[in-house]
């Protein structure tokens, strides 16, 4: 009996995570081939190749961007994103989803900077994210905070916290493998060695 738990445990800890993130790989895949392929496709027919609707997606991006920067085209696009932020409920929706993309790809990233934030009245520390330090723009008595995303383990996750910056402390470490380390619950620190305490 020993014999068959000890190889199942093997197989869930060696099998299980391959499968899972061929899983995720094949549906993220599917999911980004599928915005454009599914109009290629009809033209297409048998030539149809998956992965073609990634290429017309990035291939389509690349010229919306390079058409952003042109005089007409760049004044047609700025006029749309005045007017969505103009229109009630569409301006709030329309808001979040273009910072969000910006904080992850832009030029000012959110997420860059990983902290330690000091947990009130005790000597425990949690791992965050500097979102905006800018957070006095919104809350004038709030001049000494920064905004921090602290992410909860093992999901997608978390709560936004104003914490005054003398109890946080920045670190030299990667959001990676900050974020890998806090989603893991610690478990996938590439420097652990296993507990020693």
Not at 29 to 39: H, I, N, Q, S, T
Not at 69 to 93: A, C, H
Not at 95 to 114: P, Q, W, Y
């Amino acid at each position: 009996m020993r014999f068959f738990v000890k190889n199942f445990i093997n197989g869930v800890l060696t099998i299980v995570p391959i499968i899972l993130a061929i899983y995720v790989f094949v549906k993220v895949f599917a999911f980004f081939d599928g915005l454009l392929g599914k109009y290629v496709k009809p033209y297409l027919h048998d030539a149809y190749v998956p992965g073609i609707g990634i290429v017309c997606t990035f291939a389509l991006i690349t010229v919306l961007g390079w058409m952003s920067t042109q005089y007409i085209s760049g004044w047609v696009i700025k006029w749309i994103d005045r007017l969505l932020e103009n229109i009630p409920f569409m301006k709030t929706v329309y808001s979040v989803l273009k910072d969000t993309i910006a904080s992850f790809v832009g030029e000012k990233r959110s997420f860059a900077k990983v902290v330690l934030v000091k947990w009130p009245n005790t000597e425990a520390k949690c791992i965050g994210f500097i979102t905006t330090e800018a957070v006095d723009t919104l809350f004038h008595s709030l001049e000494d905070h920064v905004a921090v995303y602290i992410p909860q383990t093992f999901q997608m996750a978390g709560i936004t916290v104003l914490v005054p910056k003398s109890n946080i402390e920045i670190i030299d470490v990667k959001p990676e493998e900050a974020m890998k380390f806090v989603l893991s619950g610690g478990m996938a620190s590439s420097k652990s060695k296993g507990p020693s305490i």
